[in-house]
Structure formats: C-alpha cells, structure tokens
C-alpha cells in the first residue's frame, strides 16, 4: 500500500515533557511537510523538508524541531510541550515542482 | 502576504439541493487554486485544483471556476449528497513548484435528508 503513515494516532502528555512524531511516506515522493490543525481547523504549515533538506520553515516557537533520516521520512519533536500545542500534525508529502499534497491521518497530540 | 477567505463555519443543506462554498483569495502573484476535503476523522485530499488554462476542474460532481477578474474560486455542486459531509479547505500556492501552500479557514458543510 502506499500512502503517508503517521504514529502515534494519539498522544497524551503533561507539560514540559518532550514528544516525538513519526512520518513515512511511501508515495516515491521527494519532499514532506507537517502542518498544524489546532481545535478550530485551522491548518497551518510549519516546516518542509526537499531531500533531507529543510525548504520552509514558518515562524513557530524553537521548541518545534523537524528531523529527515531520508526522502521518505520525517519526524517531528518538540521538546518541553506546552498547553497550546495540542492540536492534531499533519504530515504530507509531494513531489517537488509538483503541488499535489498527500496527508497522512493525523497524530492528535493533548497536553494537560 | 497571501491569504484565503472561505464562507464561514458552519453550512448546512438539504439532500439533493445545490452546494456553493464561497473561496476569495488576495496574493501579489498569479496563483494556483485547490480545494481540498477532510470527511470526519480522515485525511485531508485534494479534491480540484486550478488549471493554468483555464479550463473547469471537476471531480465527483464538484467544479470550481477560477476568475481572476474577482480573485474566486467557488466550489459548486449541482446536487448534494449525504456522502458531501465534510470540512472543505480552499487553497493556494504561488505557482506549480511552491511548496507553500496557504489554507483558508475551513468550511463545514452538514448534508441532512
């Protein structure tokens, strides 16, 4: 099957702990993102990474740090969450020069 | 900076009756336009996207028209179905090979029977 997988479904923390999320894309596509859906559906990109490299990067807070072992993977840390940060991460993938994004379920972060 | 502007929140409609969710756009450029549809507890997909020659997507009965003369892309539907229950997303990029693409807030369209 190929598609974008996410893990956890679903991650429930205190603040100040660290969380890590997993990406992987098995579409052959070369660049990812993850997006932030917050409780009103808001959908905001924060990072993109083309081929390990990192291509776009909005302003979020520093504790928010992307990691690329390769083209088909792309996790996401945040060190030290706060209350705000739950929300649901969205991972996508595409090709580059192409701007068809695939998105993968979701990881549904709570912090308390 | 680009943004886009949806109808907001909350539509709700009859089965069988026509949809139109609203999508304005300002962006300094000549941008690309999508749509994209969440149903519940789902991903995100892409559902139409702008050509560059103007010619009308559709896809599972919905169309959208670009006009750049309004700056629109309004996502229309003839007739709704129960399955049409979803959140829609209206979308743009700068142009093809922009990874950036910028959502609009997000439309929740209800079909009732």
């Known amino acids: 099957e190929t598609a974008v997988f996410q893990t956890p479904n679903y991650h429930v923390t205190q603040v100040g702990n660290e969380v890590s999320f997993n990406c992987k894309q098995t579409?052959?596509?070369?660049?990812m993102y993850w997006y932030k859906q917050d409780s009103k559906k808001l959908l905001k990109i924060m990072f993109s990474?083309?081929?390990?490299?990192?291509?776009v990067n909005e302003t979020v807070p520093r504790r928010f740090s992307p990691q690329s072992s390769d083209k088909a993977h792309l996790n996401l840390r945040i060190k030290s969450v706060e209350p705000e940060d739950s929300a649901v991460y969205l991972c996508?993938?595409?090709?580059?020069?192409?701007?068809?994004?695939?998105f993968g379920p979701g990881t549904r972060l709570l912090v308390l | 900076g680009d943004s886009v502007t949806q109808t907001e929140g909350l539509v709700t409609l009859t089965e069988g009756l026509p949809v139109m969710l609203n999508c304005t756009y300002q962006?300094?450029?000549?941008?690309?336009l999508f749509w994209y549809v969440q149903h519940l507890n789902e991903a995100p997909k892409l559902l139409l996207k702008?050509?560059?020659?103007?010619k009308r997507p559709e896809h599972q009965g919905f169309h959208a028209t670009l006009h750049k003369s309004s700056s629109s892309f309004h996502l229309q539907k003839s007739s709704a179905q129960l399955s049409d229950s979803a959140l829609y997303y209206c979308a743009l990029s700068r142009d093809y090979g922009n990874e950036k693409i910028t959502f609009g807030a997000g439309t929740k369209l209800t079909i009732k029977p």
């Open positions: 962006s300094t450029y000549s941008p690309f």
């Open positions: 996508a993938s595409s090709y580059l020069g192409g701007n068809t994004q695939y």
């Open positions: 990474y083309n081929n390990k490299q990192l291509i």
């Open positions: 579409l052959g596509h070369d660049t």
């Open positions: 702008s050509f560059t020659d103007n």
